[in-house]
């Protein structure tokens, strides 16, 4: 790999054969074998992940940064339970790679600064964690998978399903076809809740750079109710619950498939209920065309019931019965058959995040350790990530898409392919592939 690996390896293995000589030198050599790791966007999720990194005791955290000062005391605070290291607090992204050269870099910020941070972070050296969806549009995460293979890093992506033990032992069930030749799946995310109110534009908090935290996004006014987690719900910054739990879906249907992309796209939708200050759709039913099977995706952010079982995951309909994937619920198999029984797993997660990062962080290191492709690579996030994107497109332009997953272009639609990029503020600039 690169010859900044191939120095860490050296520098390890003469230290470790050291150890046995001299006993200070043991802890002297478990030092020098973590990577230097630094987070960017410490709040709910990057800590959930680098609290995983800190317990793999393979990382020495030397930075911690967030364009919100009160981000970072919180972090700090939860993090100082599982590690004495003492990083260096950051603003800017550019400074830490800057000054502190780290080995890891996670990123946990909203998901239109991802693209920039993980580009900037392979370039300077990094292997990354960036979080799902990998950006915004679907020009940025083909700039993503070309800096993450020109730099030579491993670029892992959030989509931690893959490594539930539930998941995987679904995916096996289904794949052996124990479900039968599957012709459908409905993916589906539903919340309770109802119209909500308008919150009025305030001051941003002492303490947050919000020219900062929008960064290559619009400048808009601070609303409390964006930050900190809910810049989901506003397009300018994310893609709705279709871009944020739908992508983890979209990658489920796309783990148990054979087929690499979806080749028609058509999305309708909109805001029936909410009132409130969020731009996002309330309700959205999105199809998707597959040569062998049709999929779906459904969410409602209201009426959330027990009227449907489920309310989270993804339905494979197969010639031998119905087979929900889900994630707290597990797995469930519903036979076609009258004498057939139910067949169901629990899932095993872990405290207090409910979900297997410990792995997927697991998975990260020995991908780099081993000079491999991670499990969930950034090629694969970023073909989920299209697929929630493709959707958010079609429900904006009112038409469905042909997409050439190949190419990477919308068939025959000028206006379709010029969405799938966008204008960044100054002074920053969109990546390109
Ligand atoms: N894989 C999963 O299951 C999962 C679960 C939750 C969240 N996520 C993802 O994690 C990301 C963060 O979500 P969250 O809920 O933790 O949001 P959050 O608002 O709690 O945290 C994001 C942090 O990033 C900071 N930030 C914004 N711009 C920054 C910049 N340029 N540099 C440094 N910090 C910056 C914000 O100030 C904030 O503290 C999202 O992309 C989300 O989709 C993934």
Not at 80 to 102: A, I, N
């Amino acid at each position: 790999m690169t010859i900044h690996r191939r120095q860490f390896l050296t520098t390890s293995a003469s230290l470790a054969a050291g150890a046995t000589l001299f006993a200070p030198a043991i802890h002297a050599a478990k030092r020098a074998k973590r990577y230097r790791t630094a987070l960017v966007g410490s709040g709910w999720w990057g800590t959930n992940i680098l609290r995983e990194a800190m317990r793999s005791e393979k990382c020495e955290l030397v930075a911690l940064c967030d364009v919100d000062e009160n981000q970072l005391r919180i972090c700090a605070e939860k993090i100082g339970k599982v590690t004495s290291d003492q990083p260096k607090h950051y603003g800017d992204f550019r400074d830490v790679l800057d000054e502190q050269k780290p080995d890891i870099v996670i990123v946990g910020t909203p998901d239109h600064w991802h693209p920039l941070i993980t580009i900037a972070a392979v370039k300077s050296g990094a292997h990354v964690y960036v979080e799902k969806p990998v950006g915004h549009t679907i020009g940025e995460g083909c700039a993503m998978v070309k800096a993450a293979r020109d730099a030579d890093k491993v670029v892992q992506v959030g989509t931690h399903r893959r490594v539930s033990p539930h998941n995987m032992s679904g995916m096996k069930f289904l794949k052996e076809g124990s479900a039968g030749k599957i012709g459908m799946v409905r993916s589906f995310v539903h919340y309770p809740g109802g119209p909500g109110e308008k919150t009025p534009d305030a001051e941003p908090p002492k303490g947050l750079n919000w020219d900062m935290w929008c960064g290559p996004a619009p400048l808009r006014p601070f609303n409390p109710t964006m930050h900190p987690k809910g810049f989901r719900n506003f397009l300018n910054y994310a893609n709705g619950t279709l871009g944020d739990w739908g992508i983890h879906w979209m990658d489920q249907i796309l783990w148990w498939t054979e087929e690499k992309f979806p080749r028609k796209v058509y999305s309708t939708g909109g805001r029936h209920i909410k009132q409130d200050t969020t731009t996002a759709p309330d309700t959205q039913v999105a199809t998707f065309e597959f040569d062998s099977f049709t999929a779906s995706w459904e969410h409602r952010q209201y009426a959330d019931n027990n009227a449907e079982k489920h309310s989270i995951g993804c339905y494979f309909y197969g010639t031998k019965g119905t087979f929900h994937m889900g994630w707290l619920d597990g797995w469930t198999f519903y036979p076609s058959s009258k004498s057939g029984k139910i067949v169901h797993e629990d899932p095993t997660l872990h405290e207090p995040d409910l979900q297997n990062i410990r792995e997927l962080f697991a998975d990260f290191l020995d991908a780099i350790e081993n000079d491999r492709t991670p499990v969930c690579d950034i090629e694969i996030g970023h073909r989920s990530t299209n697929m929630s994107l493709l959707a958010m497109l079609s429900l904006k332009l009112g038409r469905s898409l042909e997409w050439d997953g190949v190419g990477e272009t919308i068939v025959g639609d000028d206006a379709a392919n010029k969405l799938l990029r966008r204008e960044y503020r100054a002074p920053w600039t969109y990546p390109e592939a």
